[in-house]
């Protein structure tokens, strides 16, 4: 197979050279040695005759820096040149490289430094092990004696390159990896260390999905039904043949492809098109009419998701209590890069490219649908622009239909299937909608005493392979995590879930059920502290006082944004604090208020999680999902006319403007707890602290997002 790369080549250095040594674990699960590629199983790094040291990638790269990340790990343990040491994304292997959080090959819910810590670090250790090996042996001298730097063994007079001593190791030589301590680390918790992914990135020379041409490739876009749900009834495609470029039409379990020469040309060919479709299964509803099915909803019984104490009868007889009703619309990912993947199926074998987020499900769907099986479906992982999860779903939509769309062409060419930014936003998977409804109430002497939070939204999980696991009667946790798991010590407390139906598809999106429950926990507390005439921030340490590690990070965001120091006319600020995916973080923001209209001015972050392996990389994240959610809380939403959605592209589907990202500061606990995720826990806490600061600078509550739909007008 050739593959054409116009505009960008594709990752060098892949090959196995007869020098090469090859590092993991063999089937009896022991660290051993093998040359030439022989010894293949589990393989986490390669050193070439040349002393290139490669990395290979378990998770793929979506712009989260794992490839950094990983990388990190195991050079820090190998001594390996950060320089001049490469990476390479694995192949599709679940046994070899699975996600050992997920049990699965993919990539999400902010575990790949968790699930990778250790294992890329003995990766490493185990590589240094043999080197060393090899070198003492060749010299006559004592393991001992050997000092390893930047891909360098010396000894005395003696020294020579990685490349120089990996054609030495033995075959089936047995390593003894030891892990530094981390007082010898020199790269990990070091600040700054360049980015594997960005040379490749700025240069143009990274390969995404959208840049693979395989020769002979047909592109491809789909016609689907315009309402979730909808099925095909008839199609002409007389017009849609007359377009230039338009090579054929077919028809597909999940809508009506059409082929050509170029996306343009398959495009045109789509909107020429005569579809009809039958909408009698599908969602029909408008907006409203499902918002007030929720509610409706709420004012019934809920399934319990945690109850302690009792709630309902201390609300009775409250000091004082506080009401709260909470609306979230869907929302979209929206990954800069739209969807795309390219799948060959020939001579019984399917080939896919793809940024791929979720191997084995996509492996297995593929292979499913193509008829070849699994077992000869490859998946080569190339780069992702974005994806918040949008690329990864148990159905592995958009592969699968690349697959529909190539075996129903039938004749063994590339097809690269392609999702317009309108048609993912039109009809892709959403982030659900959710009404939160919360009642607390506060004893004479300013006490939090009781919590109820009921919900109302769809279950991402159920009727999925994962249901059994997370859907505990009735109870998707991804529902009512961050308030039926929260930190905060409420004696009467109690979580109540509504599973309502919709044939809308939704999906995790970033922070899953954290994106909307943190803003209702955090808004509320506020709203609590405020009836007890407390400071929000002493209020919140009152509560947080046997979590120690959460405690921490509230009370040095509060320091660092220099909380209860005086501000100007017009400005307030704001505070939220939030547990999720094992990461603490607390934000404080500070916005202006001019002429009825706001600006976000500043952003304080207080992040703990764990071993920081590269700070760099972590405040990237921090500021990237803070930018994320504040994009999404200000203005975005995905709404519904007669089933069909409103919105499009970026001009109704706004995201944050370079002109609304706030100054932000992102300070790192240093810890030496195992490390955490930190892809998607800095953006909870976002929007309830800029909802408080508003409330502080104009005495507004925010109680509906996009904030823009409850009144804020932003500046």
């Known amino acids: 197979m050739n593959i054409r790369t116009t505009r ?44 290139t040291v490669t990395v290979i990638l378990k998770h793929f790269e979506m712009g989260q820096g794992t490839s950094t990340g990983l990388t990190t790990l195991l050079a820090e343990e190998l001594d390996a040149d950060w320089e001049t040491i490469q990476i390479e994304f694995a192949p599709a292997d679940t046994v070899t490289y699975m996600n050992t959080l997920m049990g699965v090959q993919g990539s999400g819910g902010s575990t790949a430094i968790a699930n990778s810590f250790m294992q890329y670090r003995e990766a490493g250790a185990a590589a240094k092990s043999l080197l060393v090996m090899a070198a003492a042996e060749e010299w006559g001298v004592e393991a001992g004696t050997i000092t390893v730097e930047k891909g360098m063994l010396s000894s005395g007079d003696h020294s020579a390159s990685f490349g120089e001593m990996a054609a030495l190791v033995k075959e089936g030589a047995t390593p003894n990896p030891v892990l530094k301590d981390p007082s010898q680390f020199t790269l990990i918790g070091t600040d700054h260390i360049p980015r594997k992914d960005s040379l490749a990135k700025t240069t143009g020379t990274a390969t995404f999905a959208m840049d693979v041409m395989p020769e002979g490739v047909v592109y491809a876009v789909m016609q689907r039904s315009p309402k979730f749900g909808g099925t095909l009834v008839s199609f002409d495609d007389a017009a849609a043949r007359e377009v230039p470029g338009v090579v054929d039409v077919k028809e597909t ?28 299964n599908a969602e029909t509803r408008s907006t409203s009419d499902m918002e007030a099915e929720y509610l409706a909803a709420l004012d019934g019984e809920g399934l319990p998701a945690r109850t302690e104490g009792d709630a309902a009868a201390v609300l009775a007889s409250a000091a004082k209590t506080i009401e709260a009703e909470f609306h979230f619309p869907f929302l979209a990912h929206a990954p800069m890069e739209t969807l795309n993947s390219v799948v060959q199926i020939a001579d019984g074998k399917c080939q896919v490219w793809d940024g791929c987020q979720f191997h084995t499900v996509t492996q297995g769907a593929v292979g499913a649908v193509s008829g070849v099986g699994a077992e000869n479906t490859s998946i080569e992982t190339v780069y992702a622009g974005g994806s918040f999860g949008r690329r990864a779903n148990f159905n592995s939509d958009y592969e699968v239909e690349a697959t529909m769309a190539a075996l129903a062409l039938g004749d063994g060419r590339p097809v690269k299937l392609v999702w317009t930014r309108e048609d993912d936003v039109k009809g892709g998977y959403y ?11 506060v004893t ?8 109820h939070s009921s919900i109302a939204t769809k279950s991402i999980f159920t009727g999925t392979p994962m249901g059994d696991a997370v859907v505990v009667n009735g109870v998707d946790v991804f529902s009512v995590e961050g308030v039926a798991d929260t930190e905060y010590t409420i004696p009467n407390f109690a979580v109540d879930l509504r599973n309502m139906e919709t044939p809308v598809s939704v999906l995790w999106w970033r922070s899953v ?201 932003f500046a």
Request: glycine share 12%; no cysteine; charged share 20%.
């Open 8 to 51: 960008r080549g594709f990752m060098t250095g892949a090959a196995a050279a007869g020098a090469a040594l090859v590092v993991g674990i063999n089937p009896k699960g022991s660290w051993a040695a093998a040359h030439g590629g022989e010894f293949i199983p589990n393989p986490f790094v390669r050193i070439d005759g040349d002393g």
């Open 253 to 280: 379990p999940m809508g009506v492809v059409v082929y050509a020469t170029n996306t343009w040309a398959a495009e045109q060919g789509r909107q020429a098109l005569a579809v009809e479709w039958d909408f009698a």
């Open 431 to 441: 982030r659900p909608m959710v009404v939160h409804r919360v009642k607390a109430g």
């Open 444 to 451: 004479e002497d300013g006490n939090l005493d009781a919590w």
């Open 513 to 713: 059920g954290h994106s909307h429950s943190g803003y209702a926990m955090e808004v509320a507390m506020d709203m609590a502290a405020e009836a007890a005439g407390r400071d929000p921030v002493e209020f919140r340490q009152t509560l947080l006082a046997n979590e120690p590690r959460t405690l921490a990070v509230l009370n040095l965001a509060a320091e660092k944004a220099g909380w209860g120091g005086e501000l100007p006319e017009g400005r307030g600020r704001g505070v939220a604090v939030h547990k999720s995916f094992n990461t603490r973080v607390a934000q404080v923001a500070e916005v202006s208020v001019t002429d009825g209209k706001v600006k976000i001015e500043r952003i304080v972050a207080a992040v703990d999680l764990g071993v920081a392996v590269n700070p760099d990389v972590i405040r990237a994240q921090v500021e990237g999902a803070i930018g994320y959610g504040l994009g999404h809380a200000m203005r975005q939403k995905i709404t519904f006319t007669e089933g069909e959605v409103d919105q499009s592209n970026f001009p109704d589907y706004e995201p944050l403007r370079m002109s609304d990202m706030p100054e932000i500061e992102v300070h790192i606990v240093q810890s030496t707890e195992a490390p955490t995720g930190i892809g998607e826990p800095g953006l909870p806490p976002a929007a309830p602290a800029v909802a408080n600061a508003i409330y502080a600078a104009m005495g507004k509550r925010v109680m509906r997002l996009p904030m823009v739909d409850d009144g804020i007008e």
